[in-house]
């Protein structure tokens, strides 16, 4: 077995990205009488989400007063109240008051641990560190009145973002472990495309699927995943299929996988179509749950959950995406340690066929 601890990223560089830690939706469903306080997790940090009267706010989970945790408390419309003292810590941390010293003064050091958080594409996006200055990726279609956008419910698994990532955009792999739903015995798809670097660390690339292959799927009815698709890999952990079936119509599936720690990571997604507006959205969400399923215990089963190192695995030419992916994480990884500013310029070097 291969040692965790071995693999060639640096999970530190993660935190200068934004993430989703919920849906709007979850954060609205969390409101238990106590107004709306979710507890989450990002990269090993124990976090609070709150909705308070200027918008989203993440705090530490802690309580700088006597190490409470503050999603056991109210929220109070313009701070976050500590269950235990009754604290309250406004935006950015500021603590707005201290019911056992009214008149005051408030400690200099009492500030909670503040995260940038912003509400976007139904989600929240909490980033740990700004000074990268990065930004939450932008969605091809999201704000199309022409497509309709419906989310999945997230999900958890035991794997490393990166190796979610990688098994989201793996050919390969589907009349394998998808025999009757993406691929069929003899089909073995090979993924050997082009591939060019895009603004906003974009990993971009098209795939034609073969006539033969297609025309197999087409043959037993239904949806043909096996459509021209476009393929972005928003680094670090996201990802966007826009495909185009067989009629014309256009499906744009978007992912991202969060880091909760360096061996578990929950995906959260949604589906856009340019069809079928009012009709029911279930079934264009089905055939993605019986997918999923087929895939979690494959993925759970690679040991170690994060990629290791280059020599412990064996790649071949059809491995390409893959192969290109990790080389970008690790030029990234490489580009962190020499200070966020060069994260920045990174980012925004623009290649083709990498
Ligand atoms: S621990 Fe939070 S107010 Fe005392
Ligand atoms: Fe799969």
Redo the contacts with the bound molecule.
């Keep these: 077995m291969i040692s965790n601890e071995k693999t060639f990223l640096d999970n530190e560089t993660w935190r200068y990205f934004w993430h989703p830690v919920c849906t709007v939706k979850e954060l609205e469903e969390s409101d238990t009488g106590r107004g709306q306080l979710l507890r989450v997790k990002l990269l090993s940090t124990d976090i609070v989400v709150a909705r308070l009267e200027n918008g989203v706010v993440a705090l530490n989970n802690r ?1 700088p ?4 945790q503050l999603h056991l408390g109210w929220n109070k419309g313009n701070c976050i109240q ?1 269950p ?4 309250m810590w406004g935006e950015g941390g500021k603590c707005m008051g201290i019911p056992a010293a009214p008149d005051g003064p408030i400690p200099p050091n009492a500030k909670a641990t503040a995260y940038d958080c912003q509400e976007k594409y139904g989600l929240v996006w909490v980033r740990l560190d700004g000074s990268a200055d990065t930004e939450i990726p932008g969605h091809i279609v999201y704000d199309d009145p022409t497509f309709k956008c419906v989310h999945g419910p997230s999900y958890d698994w035991k794997t490393h973002s990166a190796r979610r990532v990688e098994n989201y955009t793996d050919l390969a792999h589907f009349p394998f472990v998808h025999p009757e739903t993406l691929g069929r015995d003899g089909h073995v798809t090979f993924l050997t495309p082009d591939i060019a670097f895009r603004k906003e660390g974009r990993m971009r690339f098209r795939y034609d699927p073969p006539k033969d292959a297609r025309q197999a799927m087409d043959a037993r009815g239904g949806m043909s995943p096996l459509a021209f698709t476009d393929y972005t890999i928003n680094l670090p952990f996201g990802v966007t299929l826009d495909l185009t079936l067989q009629n014309g119509n256009r499906t744009v599936m978007w992912m991202w996988a969060t880091p909760l720690d360096n061996i578990h990571c929950r995906s959260f997604w949604f589906a856009c179509r340019n069809s079928d507006h009012d009709g029911p959205d279930q079934p264009h969400m089905d055939m993605q749950a019986v997918i999923l399923e087929e895939d979690v215990d494959i993925v759970e089963s690679q040991d170690p959950e994060q990629i290791p190192h280059p020599r412990d695995e064996i790649a071949v030419g059809p491995d390409k995406v893959s192969l290109t992916y990790r080389r970008l994480l690790y030029e990234l990884c490489k580009a962190k340690a020499d200070g966020p500013e060069a994260i920045k310029t990174w980012l925004n070097n623009e290649r083709d066929n990498i």
């Design positions: 309580c007063h006597r190490s409470a500590c235990y003292h009754g604290w």
